[in-house]
C-alpha cells in the first residue's frame, strides 16, 4: 500500500506569496500531524486533526498559518504572506486509530520549502 | 517551553560498541515514549516505543530504558551497525494524542 505523500516536494516562492503544501495519509488513518523542521532544529509540532476537527492548533507559529482536512483524509497547510524564516522542511504524518495505547506516525519525506 | 530534550547533538561510536541515546523530559503526564530514526531527505520512521507504566522495552538490538523518577529515557543499540548512522528523536505522547519531538541526536557508526 502507499505510504504518506505529500506534494510538492520542493518549492521555492518569494516573500510574501502564499504557498500550499499537500498531505495526503494513509488510506483509513484516522489522525494525521503537520510538523516542520528548520535548519538544525528539531521536529516543531505545528497542529494534528482527528477525523476533520483540529483539537490543537496551538503549534500554528503565526494567524498567517493555516490548515484544513477534508473528508477525513487529504489536508492542506497554507501559509500566506511567507517571510524568509517559514523555510524549512514541512512533514505530515499519519497514524490509525489509537486503539493499543500508542499512536505510531507514519511520515511522508516532507515539503522542503524555501522562501527567498 | 521544551518538553522533551536531547541534550546532546551529536554522537559518534565504534562499530559493534553499544550506542547510547539520552532524552530528559518535563512533563509527567505522558502515555508513551517513542523513538524514531531519520535519514537525510526522509521522514522519521518509527523505531521502538515504550509505556509510561514500564521500564524497559527490548526489540532486536534496540532497548529503551525508561526511569520515571528521572524523567529520564535511553535508548540503547547492541551492537551498533553503519546503517544506524541517522538523527534519533526522542518523542512522547500525550493523553490528547499531541506527540512532541526533542530536537535529536545524529549518531555517527566509525568503521
Known amino acids: 500500500g502507499a505510504g504518506v505523500s505529500q506534494s510538492p516536494s520542493n518549492k521555492v516562492t518569494e516573500k510574501g506569496k502564499d504557498v500550499e503544501l499537500r498531505c495526503d495519509p494513509i488510506s483509513g488513518h484516522t489522525a494525521l500531524y503537520w510538523y516542520r523542521q528548520s535548519l538544525g532544529q528539531g521536529l516543531e509540532f505545528l497542529i494534528y486533526f482527528q477525523g476533520n476537527s483540529a483539537p490543537d492548533k496551538s503549534g500554528l507559529p503565526s494567524d498567517r498559518f493555516s490548515a484544513e482536512r477534508t473528508g477525513g483524509s487529504v489536508s492542506t497547510l497554507t501559509i500566506q504572506r511567507t517571510q524568509q524564516e517559514d523555510s524549512a522542511v514541512y512533514l505530515c504524518?499519519?497514524?490509525?486509530?489509537?486503539?493499543?495505547?500508542?499512536?505510531?506516525?507514519?511520515f511522508g519525506s516532507g515539503t522542503q520549502l524555501s522562501v527567498l | 517551553d521544551q518538553q522533551v530534550k536531547q541534550n546532546s547533538p551529536s554522537l559518534s561510536v565504534q562499530e559493534g560498541r553499544i550506542s547510547i541515546l539520552n532524552c530528559d523530559y518535563t512533563?509527567?503526564?505522558?502515555?508513551?515514549f517513542l523513538w524514531y530514526k531519520k535519514y537525510p531527505a526522509e521522514g522519521p520512521t518509527f523505531l521502538i516505543s515504550?509505556?509510561?507504566?514500564?521500564d524497559k522495552n527490548e526489540d532486536g538490538r534496540f532497548t529503551v530504558f525508561l526511569n520515571k523518577s528521572a524523567k529520564h529515557l535511553s535508548l540503547h543499540i547492541v551492537p551498533s551497525q553503519p546503517g544506524d548512522s541517522a538523527v534519533y528523536f526522542c518523542a512522547a505522547l500525550r493523553r490528547d494524542d499531541k506527540i512532541i519531538f526533542g530536537k535529536g541526536t545524529r549518531l555517527h557508526i566509525l568503521p
Open positions: 504524518a499519519s497514524s490509525p486509530l489509537r486503539e493499543t495505547g500508542v499512536v505510531k506516525l507514519f
Open positions: 515504550i509505556s509510561s507504566i514500564k
Open positions: 512533563n509527567s503526564m505522558f502515555d508513551y
